[in-house]
């Protein structure tokens, strides 16, 4: 059993906590999955960047909705007004505006048709369960948990360059213009993560709370690591694509 995984046996200080919190993530944080390094290494074809960006829509999308439920739970009006800038980073102000509007712009470079990604329904199964996973866990566990399980953000830029220069290196169906959404999250990242760390090692005192803290975030980094499990069978190895779930072949059923 690797340290991480070993339960708590004495409270921690607030700074042995926070680096319990990122050995989790240099260990179990998705930049570590073979697909994630096939994707920024150029070892993926076409069709597989597609499906990647496809099933991640689903991700992106529903991230909204998981912070709305959160902020609903929230009984301190300066951490709602802290919290709902994610919402506006998502959402955006106005039509065509924020993430999820850029990681179309991702899906419509990459030839996919709009409907079919917005309609959600041609993704793969364990995509949805693991999503749909997150955003019950945000929705039924305490605030704290909840709020712990989005330190995934403290390692997603390190993720985010090694993508966006691996696969401008190696693809030459991708631009810096299909792949705009990644840019802003360069900065929005850290600013949200930062806030994230700041209350949990305020608000994770006792052993039972530190502990559930640390176990929200190897929850979080198994949704992450399931969805790259799942596009990696269907459609790297062994290539099982299962019924429903989205092809190049067959595009007609796919518009």
């Known amino acids: ?13 607030a700074e042995a906590l926070e680096a319990r919190l990122r050995s989790i993530g240099e260990q179990r944080y ?26 991640r829509y689903y991700y992106q999308a529903m991230i909204p909705h998981k912070d709305a439920s959160l902020i609903a739970r929230l009984d301190d009006p300066a951490l709602r007004r802290e919290w709902r800038s994610r919402l506006v980073d998502h959402d955006g102000e106005a039509e065509g505006e924020g993430g999820i509007s850029r990681w ?8 996919l048709d709009r409907d079919m990604v917005v309609s959600t329904r041609r993704i793969l199964p364990a995509t949805r369960f693991a999503v749909d ?38 693809y030459d169906f991708v631009s810096a213009e299909t792949l705009a959404y990644f840019e802003p999250r360069l900065t929005q990242a850290p600013r949200d993560a930062d806030m994230a760390l700041d209350y949990v090692t305020r608000h994770a005192r ?19 690591w399931t969805q790259l499990d799942a596009l990696h069978h269907a459609y790297v190895a062994p ?14 059923d796919d518009r």
């Open 1 to 13: 059993m690797n340290d991480i995984d070993a339960p708590l046996r004495e409270p921690l200080s």
């Open 30 to 55: 998705h930049h570590r999955h073979p697909f994630q390094l096939m994707l920024q290494n150029g070892e993926l074809d076409r069709r597989q960047v597609q499906a990647w960006a496809l099933n």
């Open 104 to 111: 179309l712009m991702l899906t419509d470079g990459l030839g």
């Open 133 to 170: 996973a997150y955003i019950h866990f945000v929705r039924e566990r305490s605030v704290l948990e909840a709020i712990a399980s989005s330190l995934t953000e403290l390692f997603s830029p390190m993720v985010i360059g090694q993508r966006v220069s691996g696969m401008l290196k190696h």
């Open 206 to 224: 006792r052993l039972d709370q530190q502990q559930a803290v640390l176990d929200a975030l190897i929850f979080k980094c198994n949704v992450l």
């Open 239 to 252: 290539g099982h694509v299962p019924p429903g779930a989205w092809s190049d072949k067959g595009a007609a």
